[in-house]
């Protein structure tokens, strides 16, 4: 077979030629040389001799006559060389030589993208090229490089083969794996930041010095974390919350050691001594506290400040202690006898930071009076009085020579300070908000910060240049420590997480637009087709399932959306908000129909009549209300309920309506006389839904008192109650058949439950925030999720959906595994209900129900990661291993 081709520059030409290829026949090309295992595909297609192997593949075709599997041999030729011309074009391309995943090919990437973006040939290519790296080493870098692309298109790959892949140099950040067959798959020097893993096959994988943003997150404070520290020899991490708490936890696994103690009031500032020894810890009556770090026992109780203690620092050999509390003064401490030694006054305002030079004679402080002082901690006077930053310095961090000093403010920028003169040396841009932590790395090369913009960033210190920027926490950034060996860096934040970062990996800045607030309210479309979010950003979403891509943005509320629903012809939208108002509005269109004006208050809940002419609507006002859809024209007013009213739903015939209230108690009412059919008591708080099952017979309700209950709606009488989430639930929804109850809390779980039974089926996690919403899809395989976190997720539940060739299901394996399951248990606790689908303003790693058999996973310092796939849901398969 011969071979001719044209070499050409322009990437987007050379893809274009797939144009003219019948993609089927990718297939059969990787069919055949997994048989005649051939390591070199170009030799193999381009020599005529090699014809045979193709006519034996179609003439071996069943139900086709011979005339037919004639023709079919000729096209096959016929695309087989096209194939093998275009194979030749791309090794001669730098695509196949260069990286295209680096920074440098950014705009290269972003243009060819656009171009590409619903072209479906070059995107199948594109996976010819990714398993061809199984079979052809000379493939390895265009096929890394389309595997990115594809990535980058967000193409989702659910249930793809991809066994014996070899994926080198790349970024698959916030690649869609779900459900895929990475069995044999060698990934070197790849970024998986943000990957769904969920329900992936993981065995004899080789993957070496990987790359995960988010190494690791600790979670375990139940309210914002004020500050953490590193021990002195970087294994293990302290940190305090306003939760009261002061927690140990191990670096390596991200597991909690001890949780030390807990202070009368929530312990403000923590500082492990040099020894790691002591850790001392401030409160807000003014205590500070020194104790034993491995037994946590009281050594000793110190009194000076007279209001929170801000800031703690150890001077290098221990000895000294600076403590800056909101009394603007700052004292320090002789650490052995447990005394005063000294009182720093010259601030006006509160002192927020303070930190000892590397040498232990100068201390540094930052006030709220938006100055920086440097103090001769011998003889207790002022150095230098530092004056730039336009509003309070949070924190400030000497670098590891002493020369230069690191300050974070109010004003968003960070400024280097040079320590002998006091001269301003350079000022760093960036942050959208106020800077509340600075530190250096400690080879001094880098500076990270973190910021009430909910962003990390690292800084290189000669050049004042951005590195990288970590996305990752869900509010502000309130402390960053870095471990000893600098390759750690460890963050806090008011979304009660601490998280570990790998700072050498590099990673790029990824985001997925998405809303920008807490997603309060989800409705699927009668199709399916389309899902609605409301959110804290005052915007209405519609996003297109099938292309995972933003419709419409709705835009014309101007405050919180709390309730949206869509009519049952799936025609049009309603919402209710906190601006008083509901809207309704034209889902082909994208534009608003109605404003509908009557409370006096928020808009709770929304619901339209099953016939489609009225919606019904929920108020702080205490009323309910209901509207004529052709004409907006207000129908009914009904009254009954002692507080808010939070939930309003139809029954499935259109003759009762539910309605939960703030007042604890749920009613039913006579859609068409407006009176009150009974009135439900029983839950003893808030009661935030309610919900009819498919046939009407039984009413759901949720509760803040972490309670779910049943209702009969022809008797109005208790039926029984689903009990196990442990905090409120804020959302309940039945699956179409009414055999499931999902049910969203502020435990970050979902919980689905089986209806006849009164049982909890499966508990699922993936939220960092509470769940607001949920919702089933028509059909009943999917359920999406909306929470606090600002992130949606969409989640499938196993109903045997069709499954592509090569791929082997959990199921599949449970059978091959099933002396094993019996002996070991390996697969207790493992559900096929997993994550399909984030939309969300950051990236998480996820890898629930992944079956992980032999195999290597290590990052860039060798480190078994393992554990990390275990702390995620993974189900380990060989190995009774225990990452302690």
């Known amino acids: 077979m011969s071979c001719t081709f044209k070499k050409k520059d322009d990437l987007y030409e050379v893809l274009a030629q797939s144009k003219d290829i019948d993609d089927s026949f990718y297939r059969v090309i990787i069919d055949i040389l ?22 034996q593949y179609f003439l071996q075709m069943k139900n086709l006559q011979f005339v037919e599997k004639e023709q079919q041999l000729l096209l096959g030729k016929s695309n087989i060389q096209k194939i093998t011309n275009l194979i030749q074009t791309i090794l001669d391309h730098d695509f196949n030589e260069n990286n295209y995943s680096e920074e440098t090919y950014r705009e290269t990437r972003q243009e060819l993208i656009k171009k590409i973006q619903e072209n479906q040939k070059i995107r199948e290519f594109f996976l010819f090229l990714v398993n061809l790296t199984a079979l052809d080493n000379k493939l390895i870098r265009c096929g890394s490089n389309s595997l990115n692309l594809l990535v980058e298109m967000k193409v989702n790959f659910k249930q793809q083969s991809f066994e014996n892949i070899r994926i080198k ?18 990934f070197s020097n790849v970024d998986i930041s943000g990957a769904n893993l969920n329900g992936a096959l993981l065995f004899n994988c080789k993957w070496n010095n990987l790359k995960i943003q ?3 997150q600790l979670d375990g404070h139940n309210d914002y974390v004020r500050s953490i520290c590193f021990s002195s020899d970087g294994t293990q991490l302290v940190s305090c919350s306003k939760d009261k708490s002061i927690k140990l936890w191990n670096v390596r696994t991200g597991r909690k050691i001890t949780q030390l103690f807990g202070h009368q009031y929530d312990a403000q500032s923590i500082c492990v001594s040099p020894n790691g020894l002591t850790l001392a810890s401030g409160n807000q009556d003014g205590f500070i506290f020194l104790s034993n770090v491995k037994t946590g026992k ?54 927020q930071s303070v930190s000892f030079s590397p040498d232990g004679t100068t201390l540094a402080s930052g006030s709220d009076d938006k100055s920086i002082r440097l103090w001769d901690v011998q003889k207790g006077q002022q150095i230098f009085k530092l004056d730039g930053h336009s509003g309070r310095v949070w924190s400030v961090c000497f670098s590891p020579d002493g020369t230069a000093l690191a300050s974070g403010s109010d004003d968003n920028s960070i400024r280097f300070w040079d320590v002998k003169t006091g001269q301003l040396k350079l000022n ?73 970062w790998d700072v050498k990996s590099g990673q790029q800045e990824f985001k997925l637009e998405g809303h920008k607030d807490s997603v309060n309210s989800l409705c699927f479309s009668p199709d399916g087709a389309t899902l609605a979010s409301g959110s804290g950003d005052f915007f209405i979403l519609l996003w297109d399932l099938k292309t995972e891509k933003q419709k419409f943005q709705l835009d014309g509320h101007r405050s919180d959306i709390r309730s949206i629903c869509f009519s049952p012809d799936g025609t049009a939208l309603a919402s209710g908000s906190d601006d008083n108002s509901i809207r309704l509005w034209d889902v082909q269109k994208g ?50 309920h002692g507080n808010s009213v939070r939930s309003v739903c139809f029954s499935p015939d259109g003759t009762a309506l539910a309605s ?62 689903l009990n196990g989430h442990s905090s409120r639930v804020l959302s309940i929804c039945f699956s179409p058949n009414g055999a499931t109850l999902a049910s969203g809390s502020g435990d970050l779980s979902i919980r689905l439950w089986d209806v006849q039974k009164g049982q909890q089926k499966f508990q699922l996690y993936g939220h960092s925030k ?108 060989n190995s009774q291993i225990e990452f302690s």
């Open 298 to 351: 009281k050594l000793c109780k110190l009194k000076c400040h007279n209001q929170i203690v801000n800031s703690l620092s150890f001077s290098p050999d221990g000895k000294i202690l600076a403590s800056g509390g909101s009394n603007k003064s700052i004292s320090l401490w002789d650490v052995k006898k447990g005394i005063q030694s000294l009182i720093l006054e010259g601030h006006s305002g509160r002192v």
């Open 428 to 500: 760093l841009y960036g942050h959208s908000n106020s800077v509340l932590s600075v530190c250096f790395s400690p080879d001094g090369t880098a500076l990270a910060s973190g910021s009430d913009d909910n962003s990390i960033r690292i800084w290189n210190v000669q050049t004042g240049q951005q590195q990288i920027k970590l996305d990752g926490h869900i509010n502000r950034v309130q402390y960053l420590c870095y471990s000893s060996d600098g390759t750690t860096l460890a963050s806090c934040s008011a979304d009660k997480s601490i998280r570990l």
């Open 34 to 55: 997994r048989r005649e295992k051939i390591s070199d595909c170009l030799e193999f297609l381009s020599k005529p001799d090699n014809e045979k192997h193709y006519e």
């Open 660 to 721: 939960g209230s703030d007042d604890k108690s749920i009613r039913l009412w006579n859609v068409q006389t407006g009176q009150s059919k009974f009135k439900l008591y029983g839950h003893a708080d808030y009661v935030p839904q309610v919900c009819f099952s498919p046939d009407g017979a039984i009413l759901a309700s949720c509760s803040y008192d972490k309670s779910i209950r049943f209702w009969d709606v022809k008797t109005g009488k208790h039926k029984s109650n």
């Open 591 to 640: 534009q608003q129909i109605f404003k509908l004006d009557g409370h006096s208050e928020r808009v709770w809940s929304v619901c339209f009549s099953p016939d489609g002419t009225a919606l019904a609507s929920g108020s702080d006002d205490e009323s309910i209300r209901f509207w004529d859809v052709k004409t907006g024209h207000l129908k009914l007013k009904l009254y009954g």
């Open 770 to 877: 509470w769940i607001q919403s949920i919702c089933f899809s028509s059909g009943g395989n999917i359920f999406a999720s909306g929470s606090d976190d600002q992130s949606i997720r969409l989640w499938e539940i196993n109903t045997g959906t069709q499954i592509l060739p090569q791929y082997k299901s959990i199921m599949d394996v449970q059978d091959q595994f099933k002396t094993s399951v019996q002996q070991n248990q390996f697969l207790e606790g493992v559900n096929h209900v997993v994550t399909i689908l984030r939309i969300a303003q950051y990236i998480h790693f996820e890898a629930y129900g992944a079956l992980i058999f032999k195999g290597e996973f290590h990052n860039h310092q060798g480190r078994d990661l393992r554990y990390l796939f275990k702390e995620r849901g993974s189900c380990i398969l």
């Open 214 to 216: 988010e190494l690791l």
């Open 169 to 186: 140099d790349t970024s698959l950040i916030g690649a869609n794996l779900l459900q895929c067959n990475l069995s044999g798959s060698e």
